[in-house]
């Protein structure tokens, strides 16, 4: 077992490396002029090279990959501060915003999947199947200026940004963040569903779930005890590979209701060529993706007995 | 009977049962709801795709400035923008790039995506676990990020936005084919054609890529709508299709900031016209995939 996570943990962290790389190299490429886009279009040439040689852009490119890696994750051009703090409240914000919308999507997949697979083939179980496989590709955006337009608008029963005046009390809070939170629990439903229809279909077919029922369990307390528990298992890991849509979700969501999260900052910060907040933010993401994927690994593999025993062999 | 005369013979009689199974999924498909729905509102905007410019009752470009932001009416049944241009007939002519530039960007990254995928599942090995590295690491940038960057970058025009589209799919539909290679690969007629001595770019591409044609098919189909939801929702952020095309995903970004004023048919109906064609190509696809493995 201890073998299986420190594998884990090495290609995890091979990985790390390779999209810092990646995420550097977009970096490079991306045509900027740093010391040109602080001092402004009259600076003279002679004090935009030494603002260059001050942050070191005129150096070797593997030097400063060091430098980039070493003072992780650096100064913004755009707010001439560190990055760190900025980015950590943007990234306190958007986990906020996750969280619901992953308090209020679970439980609903979870739902939808097992209503699904106790009536597989019935009218009701291709109505949830279509209904989640068709709001899988209705950009996030669509769905949320629909909902913007019905309940923000002409019903006027929420607000039309994400962001509470400060001060507000917690449940106002999330008032606001309810029309946001809608498309992120639309786009990511029909995946969820689809894995807890199979992982419950396949627990009903089980001898397990035969032996509980000829034994006299009623169906109910069969479906809870016997069948639940393993239909749940594939359904995280598909919470956590979704987990980069749900980032990508988040970009858009927040744009769309003017929320300053991690996505909001990725966006403002591309727009404004601020490189160095770009690679901070990519790389933040790129790192919270590998974390989740790599929880929810360790996590499968420690409920799933046969995982557990072959790494033990 | 010798190695060499069994495919001669069986040819013929593997392509007939091929055309079999096709004939069956074809007909399974005809009786499927869903996917007569699908493929009647895609050819609707197929044909608008095409015909938009004479179907649409006004010029999308004409602007009337007496006309400003004029609730949905006889004369303009979706109403006017901001610039008093006929809402109707934006969002039949505004279907055109969307519908160039997904198909494009998907087929870019399946042809990249199933030769790298056969690669990596071919040579397994070190060449697998290389690509699979960088696979990995791309996946872990979400598309509209990696669109983010890239884009303001390379320039904002429909030819960048095929080939970062293209790009950020061939991982994923590599990925897919990798799966579906390793199953082949152990199979009989690839061990044949081994000891036939065929040279390794013959067995990848003549032998084995007919035979993962199926879950290719199922993944350009599924990537297609996908593309469509990164096109726009690229476009609405201001980095994919640029002004003047009068785009869906362009319409909402730039007439969102006046829906609170009240001009919610300004967004409305671009936003269901964009449902509408991404659920169609959904329901296409669930259809064709049940259908496959049905």
């Known amino acids: ?313 | 009977m010798s190695i060499v005369d069994i495919p001669v013979e069986d040819a013929g009689v593997l392509a007939a049962g091929r055309r079999e199974i096709r004939r069956d999924v074809f007909r399974e498909l005809l009786r499927s709801p869903t996917f007569i729905v699908g493929v009647i509102v895609l050819s609707i905007w197929i044909i608008c795709a095409i015909f938009g410019a004479a179907i649409a009752p006004h010029s999308p470009y004409a602007q009337n400035l007496e006309e400003i932001n004029k609730a949905p009416s006889s004369a303009h049944l979706f109403g006017t923008d901001q610039l008093g241009r006929d809402m109707l007939s934006r969002v039949i002519v505004g279907v055109r790039d969307v519908m160039i530039i997904a198909p494009l960007a998907t087929l870019l990254g399946t042809v990249l995506g199933t030769a790298i995928g056969l690669l990596m599942g071919y040579f397994r090995g070190a060449v697998d676990d290389v690509l699979g590295r960088f696979v990995e690491a791309f996946l872990a940038i979400p598309v509209v990020v990696l669109g983010v960057i890239a884009l303001p970058t390379l320039g904002r025009s429909n030819l960048v936005l095929i080939i970062v589209i293209g790009l950020v799919f061939t991982p994923l539909i590599a990925r897919t084919v990798r799966a579906a290679v390793l199953l082949e690969r152990e199979l009989d007629y690839v061990a044949a054609a081994r000891l036939r001595g065929e040279r390794a770019p013959y067995i990848m591409f003549v032998e084995i890529l007919p035979n993962v044609f199926a879950p290719i098919m199922v993944e350009f189909t599924v990537r297609l709508a996908y593309a469509i939801y990164a096109i726009l929702t690229l476009t609405f952020l201001g980095l994919g299709v640029q002004p003047p095309s009068p785009d869906w995903g362009l319409d909402i970004a730039a007439n969102y900031g006046v829906v609170p004023a009240g001009y919610w048919w300004e967004v409305l109906f671009d936003a269901i016209a964009i449902a509408t064609l991404v659920v169609s190509i959904t329901l296409i696809s669930d259809s064709v995939q049940g259908a496959l493995e049905g």
């Open chain 1, 1 to 313: 077992m201890v073998r299986f996570i420190l594998k884990r943990l090495g290609l995890a962290l091979i990985t790390l490396w390779l999209l810092s790389v990646i995420v550097f190299a977009l970096g490079q490429v991306l045509p900027s002029d740093p010391a040109r886009s602080i001092l402004g279009p009259l600076a003279a040439p002679s004090a935009v090279r030494a603002l260059d040689h001050q942050l070191g852009v005129d150096k070797p490119v593997l030097t400063q990959y060091w430098n980039w890696i070493t003072n992780f994750p650096g100064t913004s051009n755009q707010y001439q501060a560190p990055i760190g703090p900025i980015l950590t409240s943007a990234l306190g914000r958007s986990l906020k915003l996750a969280i619901f919308a992953l308090i209020i999507l679970v439980p609903l997949g979870i739902v939808g999947g097992v209503i699904s697979a106790l009536n597989a083939g019935k009218p009701i179980d291709r109505t949830i199947s279509v209904v989640g496989q068709s709001m899988l590709t209705v950009p996030e955006f669509v769905s949320g200026i629909i909902l913007l337009v019905v309940f923000a608008v002409e019903l006027g029963w929420l607000p039309v940004t994400a962001t509470a005046p400060p001060g507000s009390s917690f449940l106002t809070q999330l008032k606001y963040l309810i029309l946001p939170v809608i498309p992120l629990v639309m786009v990511l439903f029909g995946y969820i569903a689809r894995m807890a229809r199979v992982g419950t279909i396949e627990a009903l077919d089980s001898d397990y779930a035969r032996t509980a029922t000829l034994k006299g369990l009623p169906r109910g307390v069969m479906i809870r005890r016997h069948v639940l528990r393993n239909s749940l298992m594939p359904t995280i890991t598909v919470i956590a590979t979704q987990t980069g849509y749900l980032i990508g979700g988040l970009l858009v969501v927040e744009v769309l209701f003017r929320y300053n999260g991690v996505g909001e900052l990725t966006y403002n910060a591309s727009i404004q060529h601020d490189i160095p907040m770009l690679e901070a933010c990519v790389l933040t993401i790129g790192v919270v993706y590998m974390v989740v994927t790599l929880v929810a690994d360790i996590t499968f593999s420690l409920l799933n007995p046969r995982i557990r025993l072959k790494a033990a062999e």
